[in-house]
């Protein structure tokens, strides 16, 4: 699925057609007038912006061939904003090409998960949790480690979590536990969260 610039982390359409991404050919000036998608004087000045190398304009044209169902120049644009950096074009891309490249539709989706983009943080979720077996008794055992070795109770919280975690990257019950520093580095990774929750009466507020 394709998605647009700061949409919900639902879920908005499903590819039917997967098409490869096409090669630039040797003549980039007559490539590009090729892939203009539409008409119109709107689209004229974003079309001209992204000949001109302006990303978010390059973006722009891959979301209007998705609105018109054509993966393959959606693919093309996306590519070029995604060559310059941008998250959502590496996202969007990644989606295009998951049945012809597996390996690297996982790669532009990490780097749009490492970069903030919803979509691509649930979609690497996904793809990387082979089993949940053993994640409670692994959030339990990081805790009662935190409490044996005294340390506060956040720390307790946090190696909890990071050992839940680690449990969760392969489908046994325990072969996924890392040792302490490597369950530890995976919060630095993934953005260990914290919570400003606190109790009051019993209650958390």
């Known amino acids: 699925m394709c998605v647009p ?4 982390c639902q879920k908005i359409a499903v590819l039917l057609c997967i098409l490869s991404v096409l090669g630039v050919g040797a003549d980039a000036g007559e490539e590009l007038i090729n892939l203009k998608p539409l008409s119109g004087q709107k689209e004229e000045i974003i079309f001209q912006k992204a000949i001109a190398g302006d990303a978010n ?3 722009e044209l891959g979301w209007l061939a998705v609105k018109k169902d054509d993966w ?5 644009w996306f ?3 995604a060559d ?3 998250p ?5 891309l990644g989606q295009i090409i998951a049945n012809s490249d597996a390996k690297l539709s996982f790669r532009y989706c990490l780097d749009a998960a490492e970069a903030g983009v919803p979509p691509a943080m649930l979609e690497v979720g996904e793809r990387l949790i082979d089993g949940t077996k053993g994640a409670g008794d692994a959030l339990a055992a990081g805790i009662l480690l935190g409490v044996h070795e005294e340390w506060l109770m956040a720390d307790n919280l946090k190696l909890g979590v990071c050992a839940a975690a680690a449990s969760l990257f392969h489908p046994s019950c325990s072969a996924g536990i890392l040792s302490l520093n490597d369950c530890l580095a995976l919060a630095e990774r993934y953005e260990y969260k914290k919570l400003s929750w606190t109790f009051s009466g019993g209650k958390l507020i």
């Open 84 to 86: 310059q950096g941008d």
């Open 72 to 76: 393959a120049l959606a693919a093309n």
């Open 88 to 92: 959502h074009a590496k996202f969007n």
């Open 5 to 8: 610039k700061f949409a919900s």
């Open 57 to 59: 304009a390059q973006y």
């Open 79 to 81: 590519q070029k904003a």
